[in-house]
T-cell receptor, first 114, second 114 residues
Framework: EDKVVQSPLSLVVHEGDTVTLNCSYEVTNFRSLLWYKQEKKAPTFLFMLTSSGIEKKSGRLSSILDKKELFSILNITATQTGDSAVYLCAVAPNSGGSNYKLTFGKGTLLTVNP | DAGVTQSPTHLIKTRGQQVTLRCSPKSGHDTVSWYQQALGQGPQFIFQYYEEEERQRGNFPDRFSGHQFPNYSSELNVNALLLGDSALYLC?????????????FGPGTRLTVT
């Protein structure tokens, strides 16, 4: 069964700090790893990673995947209070066709204090 | 461009009752997945619909059933509600054209079973 473990489960930082969120996974026939930000209800898409060693960047957020060691990290630099949210990591297996089941971790609750 | 929409926003039901939740996918998307997110947990995959058929199913009992309509919208039905069914139910949609594996989530339906 596919498995995703995120750490830490919660984190409290001050504005301006840099944070690193971790995601390790076990999946049969890996297709992609995705990061989502969940503030109130709907998880919003951040990144999709399919290849090792290629960093994806969006503003102050960046992410990289290591397919050999089966983990990914999400970095947030110069954190702001608006970054406070649950960050979810999910993996998708390559099960063929249109099948696309995501397995999520429990998430990391990030709190950024002013 | 409307994103994924879900209705209702909140719902309170009594143990043993039945409930129907609704989802309209993002414009241009034809695949709909349903997830259950208990408090403090990551979303768990229930099932996925494509071309009006259930294509994949997670570890959920037969009390959970669904349907997809020709306009790609979908319903999730839960029979014989249990207290443990209380959760946020998320709908996600994706397209099948090209390499588009990102899933976009709706705001969810908060179901409380008393």
């Amino acid at each position: 069964e596919d498995k995703v473990v995120q750490s830490p489960l919660s984190l409290v930082v001050h504005e301006g700090d840099t944070v690193t969120l971790n995601c390790s996974y076990e999946v049969t026939n890996f297709r992609s790893l995705l990061w989502y930000k969940q503030e109130k209800k709907a998880p919003t898409f951040l990144f999709m990673l399919t290849s090792s060693g290629i960093e994806k960047k969006s503003g102050r957020l960046s992410s990289i995947l290591d397919k050999k060691e089966l983990f990914s990290i999400l970095n947030i630099t110069a954190t702001q209070t608006g970054d406070s949210a649950v960050y979810l990591c999910a993996v998708a297996p390559n099960s063929g066709g249109s099948n696309y089941k995501l397995t999520f971790g429990k998430g990391t609750l990030l709190t950024v204090n002013p | 461009d409307a994103g994924v929409t879900q209705s209702p926003t909140h719902l309170i039901k009594t143990r043993g009752q039945q409930v129907t939740l609704r989802c309209s996918p993002k414009s241009g998307h034809d695949t709909v997945s349903w997830y259950q997110q208990a408090l403090g947990q990551g979303p768990q995959f229930i099932f996925q619909y494509y071309e009006e058929e259930e294509r994949q199913r997670g570890n959920f009992p037969d009390r959970f059933s669904g349907h997809q309509f020709p306009n790609y919208s979908s319903e999730l039905n839960v029979n014989a509600l249990l207290l443990g069914d209380s959760a946020l139910y998320l709908c996600a949609s994706k397209g099948t054209g090209g390499v588009t594996y990102e899933q976009y989530f709706g705001p969810g339906t908060r179901l409380t079973v008393t």
